[in-house]
């Protein structure tokens, strides 16, 4: 059974995109990156008829995650992120105030600390976990084995996601990208934001990376 992508949702005032993949036979549902309206989110759902299951991050930068903590309680679904981002987590509130100039809420509860290799399922269909770090130190790819990969803030279409904030480091992620994510073929590649792209593309026309 393969992965479908029900809804691609552009959500919150930095733009993230946020998706709702599953199973097609079950209806079962994973949420990636409810980066905020997650009452769109959740009316997304239901035009579906979807069950969500998991609720996962890709990163814990707030743009990624406000919408975590009432898709968790509204659903029952647990929230997924990488170990490695917990710390940035709880600088949450913090960051909106300095970015939008507005006090955040708290952070959401983190159900499941994911680590590389792990799994999201949703009925047959399975996402893999790979930690793709560098534009955060817990930043992961998720894996649709030889259908897609939703790529977070690592990679985006000719671009790549900043370094310059707490816990950044551009060459791990050059590293990540080259290393991770150019060896899983030429596949398409659903950025945090953004429009889509592929990985053959991205190797001849992106300017971070050519050459490598």
Known sequence: MS?????????????????????????????????????????????????IKAIVATHAHFDHVLGAALLRARTGAPFHLHE?????LHWMG??????????????????HKLGDGDQLSAGSVALEV???????????????????VFSGDTLFAE???????????QQQELDSITQRLFPLGDLPVYPGHG??????HEKLYNPFLTGR
Do not use: W
């Open 3 to 51: 992965l479908q992508i029900y809804e691609h949702l552009v959500v919150g005032a930095l733009q993230c995109n946020c998706y709702l993949v599953g199973d097609p036979q079950t209806l079962d549902a994973i949420v990636i990156d409810p980066g905020d309206d997650p009452l769109d989110i959740l009316a997304a759902a239901a035009k579906h008829s979807l069950q």
């Open 84 to 88: 490695g981002d917990i710390t940035l």
């Open 94 to 111: 913090r960051s909106m105030e300095y970015f939008l100039g507005i006090e955040g809420p708290e952070a959401p509860e983190v159900d």
């Open 130 to 148: 790979l930690h793709t770090p560098g534009h955060s130190p817990g930043s992961i790819s998720l894996y649709s084995a030889d259908e897609m």
């Open 159 to 169: 671009s790549i996601g900043r370094t310059d904030l707490p816990g950044g480091d």
């Open 195 to 200: 429009p889509s792209t592929t990985i053959g």
